[in-house]
């Protein structure tokens, strides 16, 4: 059975920072591209940051020099470093694995910044 299971959420004021973390099990996990994504009520799931297998790193341009994406392939964890956190970054954060047509996703986890 696949379990995705994030944690690390939590509320923070404006400028401050939160880790969130996604252990995987059930998985071949460094066979597969992992990422974060985030969903506020009534807007669509966006992606927030992935990390191939392979270490390749992609950002969107919201969160550009403020969150970093990392990966520890011999804890089956992937990891979202989130500094400089604004009130617009509150949302619920979900952890994504995929390796072609397999896709799963975690429970979701909620950010809240405080302004």
């Known amino acids: 059975q696949v379990q995705l299971v994030e944690s690390g959420g939590g509320l923070v004021h404006t400028g401050g920072s939160l880790r969130l973390s996604c252990a995987a099990s059930?998985?071949?996990?460094?066979?597969?591209?992992m990422g974060w994504y985030r969903q506020v009520p009534g807007k669509q799931r966006e992606l927030v940051a992935t990390?191939?297998?392979?270490?390749?790193?992609n950002y969107a341009d919201f969160v550009k020099g403020r969150f970093t994406i990392s990966r520890d392939n011999a804890k089956n964890t992937v990891y979202l470093q989130m500094n400089s956190l604004k009130p617009e970054d509150t949302a619920v954060y979900y952890c994504?694995?995929?390796?072609?047509?397999?896709?799963?996703w975690g429970q979701g986890t909620q950010v809240t910044v405080s302004s």
């Open positions: 990390i191939s297998y392979g270490g390749r790193i």
């Open positions: 994504n694995a995929v390796r072609g047509y397999d896709e799963y």
């Open positions: 059930g998985i071949i996990f460094r066979f597969y591209a």
